[in-house]
């Protein structure tokens, strides 16, 4: 702004730069010259022209004969159209501008969005709603702080009244601006969710064609630092390790002796009753069985957790991996219970036939066919019914280990779903 240039005001309106002359002229043009208000660099306020001798001693004059003064309005108007051009000019070039930086401003939200939407959450609607929402949150308060930076300027209005506050409407600049910052708040805060989705893409492509646990480690052995690989594998070697001791805690059940078969025209008493004992005991390991069983699935759980941990993986995929985990435990653990309850059944009907043997040592006879033949049909019946309870029993457990091969088939198929994201 020029030292001595003067501004006049057209209502709420301050219009200048002006020379002190082209004010003077243009004042003496007004109805009332003095109540116009003027100001300059060295106002502290808005004042009246009438206040103001520099501006108003000269309206007080007549004016020239020569007619300078209808000359002067004229030539500042021819100068200032030319400005009013130019500044236009300017405005629209730079309304452009901006417009074109908005758009690609959105453009690239846009792309990265859908990046991001893709490589962490597989373009769900629950993924592309938390993704929406964390971008308009972190969009709406970077807005908030920007209109409040401007609430600390404020200008004097022209009639030098009151002061109020600089309307704000953001510019396509500023618009672009805070949408290309957003993105990159979005962006940090997901930036483990992105690094994840990366590894796993990797790894299920790396996994295509693998289908059993040493083609896994051969995959691992080629890319050791692939955290999807590396949970893939831990994963699976902690389910067949809880599959071992699972068999060998069903083992342990059964004394070795109940696998022997029994001639019942030859066996003594004393073989009858350590078959008897045995039995008990098996029906005792059978209903004892369920609780060291849960520990072994607790057991994996906490493993596995502890792994993923140590990869530093997010606490998203972490709980996520643990819930397909904690539904497959869910579905062994009542099969296992079923079938733990269905062989103690089996040992107690079938120790109940031999507890009516030892006490018949000696009244029964076994024909040609294997069959016993007891004196009493009491106690024919009672065996008859010990025998049929054995028949429900064993029935049950057969049904029961065909739905245990079953859901192993499933399993498997899902765990080749899994590594080959088909």
């Not at 618009?175 to 290309?180: D, N, P, Q, R």
């Amino acid at each position: 702004m020029a030292e001595d240039g003067w501004f006049y005001a057209e209502g709420e309106r301050p219009i200048g730069p002006v020379t002190c002359d082209a004010l003077v002229a243009l004042l003496r043009n007004t109805s009332d010259p003095g109540k116009v208000k003027v100001w300059r660099t060295s106002f502290p306020d808005w004042q009246d022209a009438k206040d103001v001798p520099q501006i108003f001693d000269q309206i007080s004059r007549p004016p020239p004969l020569s007619g300078k003064r209808l000359e002067r309005t004229p030539e500042l108007v021819r100068e200032a159209q030319p400005t009013e051009k130019k500044n236009e000019t300017k405005s629209a070039q730079k309304t452009t501008l901006g417009r074109v930086v908005l758009v690609i401003a959105l453009a690239i939200v846009l792309c990265v969005g859908g990046f991001f939407s893709t490589v962490i959450y597989n373009n769900s609607a629950v993924g592309i709603a938390r993704l929406i929402g964390e971008f308009m949150g972190a969009a709406l308060f970077l807005l908030v702080l920007a209109w409040l930076t401007t609430l600390a300027k404020r200008v004097p209005r022209a009639n030098g009244e009151s002061r109020r506050w600089r309307r704000w409407h953001p510019s396509d600049h500023t618009t672009a601006f805070i949408l290309v910052i957003t993105l990159l708040v979005v962006g940090l805060n997901n930036r483990q969710l992105l690094l994840d989705g990366l590894a796993a893409q990797e790894g299920q492509a790396t996994l295509k064609d693998v289908r059993t646990p040493d083609q896994l480690e051969k995959a691992l052995a080629k890319n050791p630092s692939n955290s999807f690989l590396q949970f893939a594998a831990h994963v699976l070697k902690e389910a067949q390790e809880t599959d071992r001791l699972t068999q060998k805690l069903s083992d342990e059940i059964e004394p070795p002796s109940l696998a022997k078969n029994i001639d019942y025209a030859k066996t003594t008493r004393a073989e009858l009753e350590a078959y008897l004992r045995d039995l008990k005991t098996a029906e005792a390991n059978a209903t004892a069985a369920m609780p060291r069983y849960l520990a072994l699935l607790k057991d994996e759980r906490r493993r596995v957790e502890t792994f993923m941990q140590s990869l530093q993986i997010d606490k998203g995929a972490v709980r996520d991996a643990l819930s397909g985990i904690d539904k497959r435990h869910t579905r062994t653990a009542d099969l296992g219970s079923k079938m733990l309850t269905a062989r103690a059944d089996l040992y107690r009907s079938l120790g109940n036939q031999f507890a009516i043997l030892v006490e018949q040592f000696g009244n029964y006879k076994v024909d040609a066919n294997g069959r016993i033949i007891f004196s009493s049909q009491q106690t024919a019946d009672r065996y008859n019914a010990a025998s049929s309870e054995f028949d429900t029993a064993a029935k049950r457990l057969s049904e029961l280990q065909e739905g245990l091969k079953r859901f192993a088939q499933f399993q498997q198929e899902g765990w080749e779903r899994f590594i080959s994201s088909k």
